[in-house]
Each structure stands twice: as C-alpha cells, then as structure tokens.
C-alpha cells in the first residue's frame, strides 16, 4: 500500500513510506494504494493487482532494486481479466485472511505491553460463563440441549449436512483451496476437527488476496446483510501500526504478523479472555480524531468488498473518546476527544463510506456492561444522531461480570423505548437464559446479540420463536469466545435452521478472529449443511429485522429480492 498526500483530493502525489522503503506495499502489508484527501478529508484504498504494472510500479519507483521485496512477484494467483464475474451468494468456505507484511522500521515500534486496559485481565486458567455449568471442556460452554420439538433431529444431527459433497476420507474447502484437504472420518462422526481452525489459518495471502479482488470484480455482488459488527473489533491491523507509530503509542508487534500473534487467536478461550484482547490496540485508536474517522470508512470498505449490501456497526462512544469520560479508557491521558465527538466523527467516516463504496451503513452505540454510569448518554447519544447513520443501541460486554447496581442500562432502555429508539441486547451469549429474560422483558430489546443459550430453556426458546425474535448469530465467534461447545454440528444455528427461526450470519470482531463474513457462511455451509436457500432466507429476515426505517428496509428488501432473482415479497 502506498500513501498518497495532495492538498488537491484529485491529484495525488506519493509521499514517502514511513520507513523510507522503496517498495511501499511492504510496508503496508498489502498491494492496496491508501489515499488520502486532507481537503476532503477522506481515505480511500485503491487495490492493485498483484503483479500488475500498477502494482509493480507503486513497488518499485524509479531508482528502487526490483523486485527485492516478495510482494513485487508476479503471482500465478492472481486472477485473469474477467475472472470470477458471476455474482454469487454462497461463497466457499473461505478461511480467514490471513495478513502479513510490516508497517515501518521495528526500531520505530516499541514492543511492550500495552498499557491499561479497558478490559481486566483475566490470567489463564479461564472461566466459566456466568450460569456456572462450564462446559465438558471447562470452558464455560454449557451443552445446549436440541429443543424437543418432536422431530427425529433431537440429538442434534445436522440437518441436510450429510448431503454435503465431501469426497471420501477429506473435506474439501472449495475451489479456491483445494491445497487445504482435512480428514474426515468416513462413515463415522464427521466432527470438525479440533484443529481445524489452525489449518484454516494457514490460508496463503495471495489467496485470500485472489479472494478480495474477486469480490471487488463481482462489483454489484451485494447480497448479504450484516448485523453485529463490533467497530473496535474490526480495525485493520496496519491502521492499528500506522497510529501507535503515529501516536509513538507501543503496541505488541511492529508487523502485521507480530501484532495479530498477540491480538487475535484461533483456538477458544472464554468470553472475559476474549475481551482483554483490545487492551493490546484500543490505546492506539482511542482519542484521535482522524483514526475514529478512518476505521469507520475502512469497515464499509471491507464490508463492500466482502459483497455485504447492508452493515450495522456498533461501538461504544465512550471506548473511542478520552475527554467526558470517567474513567478514561486504556490508560490514556487527558485529551478533547469526547463521546459525542466521536459519534460525529464515526458517522463521517460511515458516510464517506457509503458514498465511495456503494452500500449502505449504519450504526449502533453500546452501552458497556461493566460502565453503567455511561449509558444515559449513550442514549442520549442515539437520540441526538439519529438521523445520522445511528439507528439504535446496545448492552456490550462481559455477561458474567456481578455489577452492583445497573439502573443506569435500565433507565437507557426505557427512555430508548420512550423515544423510539431501537434496541439490541448482547444476551445468552455466554451467559445463562435468564440473561436472555431480562433483555426481553425488562430492556424491551427487539434483538438478541448471539443468544446461544436460550436453548436451554425450552419455554423461553417456543415463546421467542413465536414472537420472531431476531438472533444475531455468529459462528466463528461463537467457537472462539467458548460461548458454543467447538462441534459445529451441534451449534445452536443448526437448530435455529430446523425450526426457522429468525436470525442472521455475522462476524462480531473480524480482526480478532482474523476472519471475514466469508469464514461465518463457510462454516456454516460445510459444517451445518446450510444451502443457498438457507442463506437467502438468512438474509432476507436479517433485512427484515433490520433497524433501518420502513422504506429503506423496503429497498433494501427489493435489492435483495432481485438479486436473488426473487418475486418481491417472497421470503
Ligand atoms: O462478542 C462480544 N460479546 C460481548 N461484548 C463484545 C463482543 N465483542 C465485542 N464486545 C465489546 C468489546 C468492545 O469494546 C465493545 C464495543 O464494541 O463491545
């Protein structure tokens, strides 16, 4: 990637990398051009084709050694012209990207800890979730009983998975992988291998790469709708080196490598764990201005790219800002960055967004479980911008966390009701069904943030099927948090396909997860047997439960329709 500096936002001039490298994509950690416009205020990225012209000479300005570098070589991956036009809804079962390359000199970067943390820590011995029953691998993932509903499937089988085409003794990860074969043991459990994440890990770049431009060529391709996308948990990891750089705020790696070795994982650990992860990066966001602008607009980018038509981001104002905010998060100091600004900010971002990439986003503000005390301005804060991309609110955090008094999420909500502001609740995700009740009946929440476990409580899951409560489902997560038990069979999805129920396919934190929304359809895909239909029909109540309003739900509806090459009013 190169950066781009022009007081002109239509004529770029190459400014030099930080590190003063001669084949800038090394240093960006992909063959992407980043522009900037400080007239305009905006970024853009424009992607180049690995071993294009473009791309070879952005790598390789006049006077540089060619081809020193291995992002300078032509790659037999890339795609020819015109490859992989056909717009497609079910993508392969697409690892996570996997990203490397390094952002600026290693002496530049401190390594180190970061310093306080928004989250606490937790040590290694891991915890159950709240409701105790910790799971048979002790990780806090109680078994979610299959609900009896008379059918043959009580014991969980997946429904339709045994069709899957899975060539004897391996488990193809379509085409585009082929190189990654898995065993699988024919004619018994074909249980998702253990190590099935680190394998998935060991995705090549220039496949993921070759997977990026695909859906950049597919162009109009925009089929799915997102619904939990945690902003903070999206960062790219070079906007995370280019700030601490920046900003001379250490962080835990000073490549793309090093900084995901430690901030994003593939095997499970419990919820608490999962969220001390942002300790390592939120200090180099938090409290700058232009870093909340340009997380946003690169998230509708990412989005559009992945082929999502319609994104709800959600962050909590508080966690960015580092003024009017008690305590400061990650142990910043002082600074003039308050909540309210970042929601101005975050909007920006969202907008330009919009405008360069074509789809549409919007947002969700979080109120935090362990910060009751915010959360009357954070609705306050949904009311103030609610014309402007903010659509409704959210209780984040850790579930299982004894907070003593909480009237200040329970006075949000009521006056979010009061005002017609819509409500999601982060709820049974690793915590029990009772967590579930009280965002139903006493947050009045329209969705439920993941909602696993409401399975175990059968009276509940019958009265919430029948009032169509919207469960936003992330399976990648899901495995990662210890929130599932790791068999994707037995995911709380499989049931929620049989009794179509309504709920939605979603990433949570991709960069934690290293994932993107490819990897959630994949999964569920190869190991939950979910077909095309299944992911229309997917896509089409997470539109419907969208928060945006009647009309452009409509629209979005139609879009979704067409593409799909439905009637409208079909589902
Ligand atoms: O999966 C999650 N469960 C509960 N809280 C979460 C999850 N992912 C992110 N968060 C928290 C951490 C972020 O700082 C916050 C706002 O996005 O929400």
């Known amino acids: 990637m190169q950066l781009h500096h022009s007081p002109n936002p239509t004529q770029f001039t190459p400014i030099p990398t930080p590190c003063g490298c001669p084949h800038p994509c090394s240093c960006w950690g992909s063959p992407e051009q980043l522009l900037h416009s400080p007239t305009a205020g905006v970024w853009r990225t424009q992607s180049l084709l690995p071993g294009s012209p473009a791309h070879l000479s952005a790598c390789n300005p006049p006077g540089a050694r060619r081809g020193s570098h291995p992002c300078t070589q032509p790659t037999s991956a890339a795609p020819g012209p015109g490859a992989h036009r056909t717009p497609r809804l079910l993508p392969p079962a697409a690892p996570p990207q996997r990203?490397?390359?390094?952002?600026?000199?290693?002496?530049?970067?401190?390594?180190?800890?970061?310093?306080?943390l928004g989250y606490p820590e937790q040590g290694l011995a891991g915890g159950g979730g709240p409701g105790g029953d910790a799971g048979p691998d002790g990780r806090g993932a109680p078994r979610a009983?299959?609900?009896?509903?008379?059918?043959?499937?009580?014991?969980?089988?997946?429904?339709?998975?045994?069709?899957?085409?899975?060539?004897?003794?391996?488990?193809?990860?379509?085409?585009?992988?082929?190189?990654?074969?898995?065993?699988?043991?024919?004619?018994?459990?074909?249980?998702?291998?253990?190590?099935?994440?680190?394998?998935?890990?060991?995705?090549?770049?220039?496949?993921?790469?070759?997977?990026?431009?695909?859906?950049?060529?597919?162009?109009?391709?925009?089929?799915?709708?997102?619904?939990?996308?945690?902003?903070?948990?999206?960062?790219r990891p070079e906007t995370i080196l280019y700030y601490g750089k920046k900003r001379g705020i250490p962080l835990p790696g000073d490549t793309v490598e090093e900084l995901l070795k430690h901030v994003s994982y593939n095997t499970p650990l419990s919820l608490p764990e999962f969220l001390e992860k942002f300790n390592h990066y939120m200090p180099a966001i938090?409290?700058?201005?232009?870093?909340?602008?340009?997380?946003?607009?690169?998230?509708?980018?990412?989005?559009?790219?992945?082929?999502?038509?319609?994104?709800?981001?959600?962050?909590?104002?508080?966690?960015?800002?580092?003024?009017?905010?008690?305590?400061?998060?990650?142990?910043?100091?002082?600074?003039?960055?308050?909540?309210?600004?970042?929601?101005?900010l975050v909007n920006q971002g969202l907008q330009d967004g919009e405008r360069d990439f074509h789809i549409k986003a919007r947002s969700i503000l979080c109120c935090m479980r362990h910060m009751p005390s915010w959360s009357p301005e954070v609705v306050e804060l949904c009311k103030k911008y609610r014309n402007n991309t903010v659509v409704a609110i959210d209780l984040a955090g850790d579930e299982s966390l004894k907070v003593e008094d909480t009237s200040g999420h329970k006075e949000a909500y009521e006056e979010a009701v009061r005002c017609g502001i819509h409500r999601t609740v982060h709820a049974g995700e690793a915590g029990p069904p009772a967590m579930i009740k009280e965002a139903v009946y006493l947050l009045k929440t329209e969705r439920i943030g993941h909602g696993y476990h409401v399975l175990e409580d059968p009276e509940l899951y019958k009265e919430l099927l029948r009032t169509k409560m919207h469960f936003e489902v992330c399976p990648w997560s899901s495995y990662l948090t210890g929130a599932c038990l790791p068999d994707f069979r037995k995911h709380p999805a499989v049931q929620f396909r049989k009794d179509?129920?309504?709920?939605?396919?979603?990433?949570?934190?991709?960069?934690?997860?290293?994932?993107?929304?490819?990897?959630?359809?994949?999964?569920?895909?190869?190991?939950?047997?979910?077909?095309?239909?299944?992911?229309?029909?997917?896509?089409?109540?997470?539109?419907q439960s969208s928060f945006l309003p009647e009309k452009e739900k409509q629209e979005l509806l139609n879009m979704l329709y067409e593409a799909y090459g439905m009637v409208p009013n079909a589902s």
């Open 99 to 116: 990203r490397g390359g390094r952002l600026g000199p290693p002496a530049l970067c401190q390594r180190g800890r970061a310093p306080h």
């Open 145 to 235: 009983p299959a609900l009896t509903d008379g059918g043959d499937d009580r014991d969980g089988e997946v429904e339709g998975a045994g069709e899957l085409p899975l060539p004897a003794g391996s488990v193809g990860l379509g085409l585009q992988h082929q190189a990654l074969q898995l065993p699988v043991i024919v004619g018994g459990e074909a249980v998702l291998p253990p190590q099935l994440p680190a394998l998935l890990l060991q995705q090549p770049l220039a496949a993921a790469l070759r997977l990026r431009l695909q859906r950049i060529e597919d162009g109009g391709a925009h089929q799915q709708v997102e619904l939990h996308l945690h902003l903070d948990g999206a960062i």
């Open 286 to 344: 938090a409290g700058d201005r232009e870093a909340v602008r340009r997380i946003a607009y690169e998230l509708v980018e990412t989005k559009a790219k992945e082929g999502v038509a319609y994104v709800e981001i959600r962050y909590s104002p508080h966690l960015l800002a580092n003024c009017s905010v008690s305590p400061i998060p990650w142990g910043q100091a002082e600074g003039d960055l308050t909540p309210d600004e970042v929601v101005h």
């Open 500 to 543: 179509r129920a309504n709920y939605s396919i979603n990433t949570d934190d991709p960069l934690i997860f290293n994932s993107s929304i490819d990897t959630d359809y994949g999964i569920t895909k190869d190991y939950m047997g979910f077909t095309d239909e299944d992911f229309k029909r997917v896509n089409i109540n997470a539109a």
